[in-house]
Nanobody
Framework: QVQLVESGGGLVQPGGSLRLSCAAS??????????MGWYRQAAGKQRELVAM???????TYDDSVKGRFTISSDSAENTVNLQMNSLKPEDTAVYYC????????????WGQGTLVTVSS
């Protein structure tokens, strides 16, 4: 199985920055067989994709975060990061790390989530 542990959430003022990190582990975890992603779920709303990065380094962003957020990964450390700049109150949500290998291994794993609150 795959374990994902997020860190880096917290309270930040509008316009500020945060960096989220996700550490992946597991007895049979092979980082390059997964597309890694960050999702978020605001209160009363559905979970939505924020950004993802394939094993080949191709990135995808939701339109609402383009130009402000950057996703990166380190296969040697089995980590995926989300640098969030110019944060807005509407970015407030629980952010979840995801490891998707449904097409290769038939596996899809989620972290426990980390809360990001953007408020003055």
């Amino acid at each position: 199985q795959v374990q994902l542990v997020e860190s880096g959430g917290g309270l930040v003022q509008p316009g500020g920055s945060l960096r989220l990190s996700c550490a992946a582990s597991g007895a049979s975890f092979i980082f390059n067989m997964y597309t890694m992603g960050w999702y978020r779920q605001a209160a009363g709303k559905q979970r939505e994709l924020v950004a993802m990065i394939t094993s080949g380094g191709i990135t995808t962003y939701d339109d609402s975060v383009k130009g402000r957020f950057t996703i990166s990964s380190d296969s040697a450390e089995n980590t995926v990061n989300l640098q969030m700049n110019s944060l807005k109150p509407e970015d407030t949500a629980v952010y979840y790390c995801n490891a998707d290998s449904r097409k290769v291994l038939g596996l899809n794993a989620w972290g426990q989530g980390t809360l990001v609150t953007v408020s003055s």
